[in-house]
């Protein structure tokens, strides 16, 4: 029979402390997720034609300062368009392997997810670049219509340091709404909360260390089904599981926890675009024997320009960077005057109606329907570079010509004048819609006024006459009195109408308030053309070698005198003083 004194009883516990401390190990790693990117990837903006202070060049020096085995590093989509870069390296060189997938798998990417603007480069695009990477596209709920699985990978295990994680993808479900079934044909987009339901049992039985969720969708709100286009916080509260979800598309930044209805918490991530931001998650799994490793979650958002840039990634992609600043600085021809963005919030301006013209000349339609696609941005005088194609258009879309009764174009336009305009009760009031406080006042950020919704939305159209009381309550405000030349105009007549693809497959709602949706959207389009818009802008302004953009739509804001006050008020509110 042993006898415990003391002294025993303390090198027991103190026997027992040691083999406790050997047992219990501590694992950390640092997941970094990129978002919304837009061909962003090397320090040199194209479009601009000037350097930058952000780009991947500061993540590759962050890669370098840390272990591979103790760095995650995630996309979250967006990447195939945006900056001259990509489309140089999608459609015009087509040889080589792709600038993005190089750079990504230089780094040791080890997942990402599709965004809608990668689906709206093309089956031919994405599917190479996917075939390129060493790493899987994510989206579960992008299905195969002809199987009936997904088309893409529905999550990936990663595993590090002993730690297993499963990254889950999900794609923003309004693809249909934007782009072209052309671009994505044979796959069908699915609620976010269901996909993320059915598929959760799976992610489970790989007994995970950290869940996280690389979703190409926005926080949005809890309450939505899934089906919106921004539901990743519906999808963190309502399916139990996620420990971490990553989201982007809707070019914001921010953290949150929230609680999954089992009560447990999430964290959510949403890091901006275009390389401003960097994603961040510390980890800690303080992991004790055979137990389940505990994760320690911290989240930030860091900016770029504050990481050093790596010298030997710069070095690299040299090469490729003065090869897309030759394509975008070949001349194309002149302009003998200088047009911005600006004008065209408060009326015909040469900006928007430049692209009118060229929507007209391309597809030979009656009407025209466009917005500014930039809220801010210029084309100077002199010499037109490939680059300035860019800032007169931003996205990829291609160009329909669609059939629309008189009627329906009237409600199109109604549509747009009730994102455009308040309604002005007197001459002091604000004309434009604001997103504005508890007061009623517009927000000030930075000094300058944020629209309520995006300039991208306000279509203007050309080839008839018509005016937009601002006066009257929204679904009031349109009143078209005729053609151009000055021919009657009908409500019941048809027209065939110019008009961008995100437009005419619903982006934005203005056809769905036109009183065409679904199936009937299809219907309409009488043809499209094989290439996007921007490319036979850019052709069109060859042939002309000189082109002299004036206002030249036929439409005024009512009252005028109104107008012209508020845009005197309104235009240091939106631009500042410059």
Not at 23 to 41: N, S
Not at 103 to 124: K, Q, R, S
Not at 219 to 239: H, P
Not at 321 to 340: D, H, L, Q
């Amino acid at each position: 029979m042993i006898k415990t004194t003391t002294r025993n009883l303390a090198l027991i516990l103190l026997a027992a402390l040691l083999t406790l401390a050997c047992t219990r190990k501590e694992v950390r790693l640092e997941i970094y997720a990129t978002t919304d990117l837009h061909g962003m990837l090397l320090p040199f903006d194209n479009t601009e034609g000037k350097s930058t202070d952000r780009s991947l060049a500061n993540l590759a020096r962050v890669v370098e300062s840390g272990k591979k085995e103790n760095i995650v590093l995630l996309d979250n989509g967006d990447i195939l368009q945006g900056d001259p870069l990509a489309y140089y390296y999608n459609f015009i060189d087509t040889a080589t392997t792709h600038i993005i997938a190089d750079i990504l798998n230089h780094l040791g990417y080890d997942a990402a997810t599709v965004g809608n603007h990668d689906i709206e480069t093309g089956h031919a695009v994405y599917d190479r670049v996917r075939s390129e990477y060493n790493f899987p596209i994510l989206a579960a709920n992008a299905i195969e219509i002809e199987t009936g699985e997904p088309y893409f990978e529905p999550y990936t295990v990663i595993k590090k340091r002993e730690m297993k994680l499963v990254v889950f993808g999900l794609i923003t479900p309004s693809v249909p709404r934007w782009l072209p079934e052309s671009l994505y044909s044979g796959i069908r987009f699915e609620n976010m909360v269901a996909t993320a339901r059915k598929w959760m049992p799976a992610i489970q039985a790989e007994n995970p260390d950290l869940v996280i969720g690389l979703f190409h969708s926005g926080m949005g709100d809890g309450d939505n089904g899934g089906d919106d286009e921004n539901s990743s916080l519906a999808v963190a509260m309502n399916v139990p599981g996620f420990d971490v979800i990553f989201c982007g598309h809707d070019h914001r930044k921010d953290v949150r926890e929230v609680t999954d209805s089992n009560g447990d918490k999430v964290l959510v991530l949403d890091g901006g675009s275009r390389a401003e931001a960097l994603m961040n998650v510390s980890v800690s799994f303080d992991r004790r024997g055979a137990g389940r490793n505990i994760p320690l979650l911290e989240g930030r958002i860091t900016e770029m320009n504050t990481l050093p840039e790596s010298s030997g990634f710069l070095e690299r992609y040299r090469g490729a960077m003065e090869r897309v600043r030759e394509y975008t600085s070949e001349i194309i021809g002149r302009s003998e005057t200088t047009v911005g963005t600006r004008d065209a919030f408060f009326g015909p301006s040469a900006f928007t109606d430049l692209i009118h013209r060229m929507q007209l000349d391309i597809t030979g339609a009656q009407i025209s329907l466009a917005a500014p696609l930039s809220f801010d941005q210029s084309i100077s005088s002199g010499d037109l570079r490939i680059r300035d194609m860019y800032r007169l258009y931003r996205f990829e879309n291609f160009l329909y010509t669609v059939r629309m009764t008189g009627g329906e174009i009237d409600r199109h336009l109604e549509h747009s004048a009730g994102h455009w305009f308040r309604t002005m009760e007197k001459a002091s009031d604000y004309m434009l819609n604001y997103r504005t406080d508890d007061d009623g006042k517009p927000v000030i950020v930075n000094g300058t006024a944020r629209l309520q919704y995006p300039s991208y939305n306000f279509d203007s159209a050309m080839g008839i006459r018509y005016t937009v009381d601002v006066s009257k309550p929204a679904g009031a405000r349109v009143n078209i009195t005729a053609l151009s030349d000055g021919s009657p105009f009908s409500h019941s007549a048809s027209y065939t109408v110019a008009v961008n693809s995100y437009r005419a497959n619903g982006g934005g709602g203005h056809f769905t308030a036109a009183g065409i949706a679904g199936k009937e959207l299809e219907r309409r389009i009488i043809s499209a053309t094989e290439r996007d818009l921007r490319f036979y802008m850019t052709e069109w302004i060859r042939e002309k070698g000189t082109i002299s953009p004036v206002p030249l739509s036929e439409w005024k804001i009512v009252p005028v005198d109104w107008a012209a006050d508020a845009k005197k008020r309104e235009m240091r509110m939106l631009f500042g003083n410059n």
